[in-house]
């Protein structure tokens, strides 16, 4: 039962000890400075970093559908207010994953997403009992080509899961550099979820691997993909996937560098929504497209899911938050009531509630609708491509996450609702979302 | 600092303890109806039941000094409650005190700190205190030799922390806690006095922090000052990770009886009790893998309501009781179910080439269908050199604090607040 030991190949850890950094580490990072390739355009439809969700098919034995996704795990840079990728600071080293296409080789893929990771990973959007298939590649690191790191997929608080599908390599297997592994998951649960790599967890997740999936409940007896549950009090009009993050920017510059960092020390010193920390988290879609300035522009191929909330009035708004940072949280909705129907991926009936302020651990999700106000021109607001708007906030209550590391003014974990006056013939001004997080005008194709 | 790493080889002999003695010696594998304390358990969790006439329970404890093992090798000086009807050796936690409701329970303490000791029971009222002074909290026992007793009428079932009232910022960070259980009158299979509260086994599960500095100051008598508090070590049931999934009792923790490994089987009519306790300072959000959990109870007072979860919070100071089970539910049959893989692209399942297992050690069987690979088909499932602890092709789950700054021993990770969960086939191994 017991088999010898092999002689291990030298671990990252290992080789930091040796104390090899110190030539590397220059290399590496003079390399970090001055070799970023021309960026990928995401898809030019303007459609965000996300999994489209055709909805179930059926499959001739009436059994269930089937969706395909492909995932690389690689590595790139993170644009943060005071670490702007084009800047002397320089962007935060970050690794994730992006989505690629079924049909692509291995080559292939590393050829085009290898060192261009975008944050946070793919929002996975798929359907009770539709067979998912997500085949992980990992495209390895440009950064850190002396990394053999390998990565998995843990789908987190998905119920009953064979163990070679949970991701864990201790426990399972991994996915070596250049090398595919088809990950299976056939969700029984409606809800929200989330997902990341589980190899040196501390450390991935961290470092970005981390992102948002969820079910929706299987159609039929009047449930629509418009209920976040089979109940019809989780219906709603438009929904936003939040993701909730800190950085502690020092393991990440560390890491480019070719140096180790102690876990125990964590201290994290910026607070993102979905990779982005205020004020990027009020761009929207059109202003990415439009690279409308250089911050756009970095955001449009590293963080392209919109942290900006958009509403017509009377619209109910489904907000699937989930958090993988490592603190505590509690998020705050100024001037809105918020009904916290769903959390970690349940349906919680009688024990929903109404509140302000939603307290959410690491590892844990909620799901929260609220119904968007009637717009009055007398209350503040604004007014963007789609119009004039009131404005609320959603924020972290501890207002120590509402920074940039030593930038001045407010920052973090902060964003907008805005609910939009309608147009002159009274209809709404947003048109329908077609995809979560979706932001609009719609960016021109 | 003494730094050592536990090598994988030592954790493959705790392995082969937790999978083949149990397996080999069903009768001492935890879990009978009685929870007779004369049969110790080799995992779940131990009762000590004290001197016990009708309803009045005595326990007589007393303090001792000892050290925590860390996987990395590293002693870290702690404070700890004895049970003095056993010799009173240093353990941490301490005690499992076990009583049923109703029961009168009277705690002797005896103290050999150099401070002032006392007992506080949060979730017990009119507890009845003597001892040598008056403290701030409650009576305590006086530095070096003195003694102090409390007496309270356990009155309702559930899951509690007893801990020290006295410069609890100081004692409590190091080690002077435990779990207190008490167990319904419908009977010692039950967490309360409910039927939907029916458990096949029941596992503590008592969360501390560690921070290895302030011990040294406090072992070579310097200032304690809680304000430089840094952890560095996080522990269940005073063990870390890979530690605390080997057996209670393991000769080489004696400081630690207490292990942590959770074992289900697949499909078992009746759910285990995982009784969650946090005496560490910090909230630590448990989330289990393998399936959500079933929230029964908090801090000792059932839930009108109860439900599910992917991650349970457990506040500093609270008490959780929940319920896991664990379903085969797809029933994947390598002939008559088989897995729809491989699929397009790939080529066949498992590709050996496509994975690696880290460090060249696995739990996973090979096989990725429940009950199949093991023992026997390890040759023709993983490269050579693998080291693989699984015995029939059970699977194994980690349970973890998602702050997973804590899944660490001070730097190395896979370790800290992360223990396992094994599910075993229908019928167990064979
Ligand atoms: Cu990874
Ligand atoms: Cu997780």
């Keep these: ?445 | 600092m003494l730094r050592k790493r536990l090598k994988w080889s030592v954790l493959g002999l705790l392995a082969l303890v937790v999978g083949l003695l149990s397996a080999t010696r069903p009768g001492s594998v935890f879990g009978g109806p009685t929870f007779a304390p004369a049969a110790l358990p080799n995992i779940g969790l131990v009762c000590t039941t004290g001197s016990v006439s009708g309803t009045q329970v005595v326990f007589n404890l007393t303090t001792a000094t000892g050290f925590y093992s860390g996987p990395d090798g590293n002693q870290v000086f702690m404070w700890g409650f004895g049970d003095a009807d056993s010799g009173g050796a240093f353990q941490m936690p301490g005690p499992v005190l076990c009583v049923h409701e109703g029961d009168t329970v009277t705690i002797n303490l005896t103290n050999t700190l150099p401070d002032p000791v006392s007992l506080v029971f949060p979730g017990q009222e009119n507890v009845a205190a003597a001892g040598d002074q008056q403290g701030l909290f409650t009576w305590e026992a006086a530095a070096n030799t003195g003694s102090a007793s409390y007496t309270f009428t356990a009155g309702h079932p559930g899951t509690f922390l007893y801990e020290s009232g006295t410069q609890p910022y100081k004692q409590i960070q190091m080690g002077l806690y435990g779990m207190l259980v008490v167990r319904p009158a419908m009977g010692d299979n039950f967490a309360y006095n409910d039927p939907d509260t029916q458990f096949r086994n029941e596992f503590m599960l008592l969360l501390h922090e560690i921070d290895p500095e302030l011990h040294a100051r406090v072992e070579r008598g310097e200032p304690y000052i809680v304000s430089e508090r840094h952890d560095r070590y996080w522990t269940i049931n005073g063990r870390s990770m890979p530690d605390l999934i080997a057996d209670n009792f393991v000769d080489w923790l004696k400081g630690q009886p207490y292990g942590a490994l959770v074992r289900v089987e697949a499909g078992d009519s009746l759910p285990v009790l995982l009784r969650f306790a946090n005496a560490g300072w910090e909230n630590h959000p448990f989330h289990p893998h393998g399936n959500h959990m079933t929230v029964i109870a908090r801090d000792g007072q059932p839930l009108p309501q109860k439900f599910q979860n992917f991650t349970t919070t457990i506040g500093s100071g609270q008490a959780y009781d929940l319920l896991f089970r664990w379903d085969n539910v797809e029933a994947w049959d390598v002939s008559a179910n088989p897995l729809p893989v491989p699929m397009p692209p790939a080529g066949p399942f498992p590709d050996r080439q496509n994975v690696v297992y880290k460090d060249g050690v696995t739990f996973y069987s090979g096989n990725p269908y429940l009950g199949e690979g093991g023992a026997t088909a390890y040759q023709d499932s993983f490269p050579p050199g693998t080291t693989v602890f699984n015995e029939c092709g059970e699977f194994y789950f980690p349970w973890h604090s998602h702050a997973l700054d804590e899944v660490q021993n001070f730097d190395e990770g896979f370790g800290g607040m992360l223990t396992l969960v094994r599910v075993d086939p229908p019928g167990g191994c064979p």
């Design chain 1, 1 to 445: 039962m017991n088999r010898k030991l092999i002689p291990r190949k030298y671990s990252r850890r290992d080789f930091l000890k040796w104390g090899v950094r110190g030539t590397l580490g220059i290399a590496l990072a003079g390399s970090a400075l001055s070799t970023l390739r021309p960026q990928q355009a995401v898809a030019g439809t303007g459609r965000p970093f996300l999994t489209p969700n055709p909805g179930p098919v059926a499959r001739p034995d009436g059994q269930t559908a089937v969706r395909h996704l492909r995932f690389g795990a690689t590595d790139g840079f993170l644009s943060l207010p005071g670490r702007r990728v084009n800047s002397p600071a320089g962007g935060v080293y970050m690794f994730g994953f992006v989505l690629g296409e079924v049909t692509d080789s291995i080559g292939d893929f590393i050829q085009k997403y290898k060192g261009r990771v975008r944050t946070p990973a793919p929002i996975v959007d798929v359907t009770e009992n539709q067979d998912v298939y997500i085949t992980l590649t990992n495209l390895g690191f440009e950064q850190r080509p002396d990394l053999d790191d390998s990565h998995t997929i843990h789908w987190h608080g998905f119920r009953n899961p064979n163990s070679v599908f949970d991701g864990v390599p201790e426990v399972s297997i991994s996915v070596p550099v250049a090398r595919d592994f088809p990950y299976f998951f056939r969700p029984r649960d409606e809800g929200t979820y989330m997902y990341h790599c589980h190899f040196e967890d501390t450390e991935h997740v961290q470092m970005g691997m981390d992102g948002i999936v969820f079910v929706r409940p299987q159609p039929g007896a009047g449930i629509t993909p418009y209920h976040a549950y089979a109940d019809f009090s989780t219906a709603f009009d438009r929904e936003y996937t939040l993701l909730l993050n800190e950085v502690d920017t020092i393991p990440h510059d560390n890491l480019l560098a070719v140096q180790g960092f102690v876990w125990s020390d964590y201290k994290p010193n910026y607070w993102v929504i979905n990779g982005r920390s205020y004020p990027d988290t009020l761009y929207t879609d059109l202003d990415l497209a439009n690279e409308v300035d250089a911050v756009a522009a970095e955001l449009k191929n590293r963080q392209p899911v919109s942290s900006l909330i958009q509403a017509n009035p009377g619209e109910k708004i489904l907000l699937r938050m989930a958090s993988l940072g490592y603190e505590q949280h509690a998020m705050q909705m100024m001037g809105i009531r918020m009904r916290v129907v769903g959390q970690d991926a349940t349906f919680l009936g009688p024990l929903a509630y109404d509140t302000h302020t939603i307290y959410i651990g690491p590892g844990e999700a909620r799901d929260a609708i609220f119904v968007a106000p009637p717009y009055n021109p007398n209350l503040p607001g604004g007014t963007d491509a789609a119009g004039d708007y009131n404005v609320y906030w959603f924020k972290n209550r501890n207002y120590q996450r509402l920074v940039n590391d030593r930038e001045p003014g407010l920052g973090g974990m902060i964003t907008q609702v805005r609910v939009y006056a309608p147009n002159p013939d009274n209809s709404p001004s947003l048109p329908t979302q077609e995809w979560p997080n979706q932001t609009f005008p719609r960016p021109t194709v």
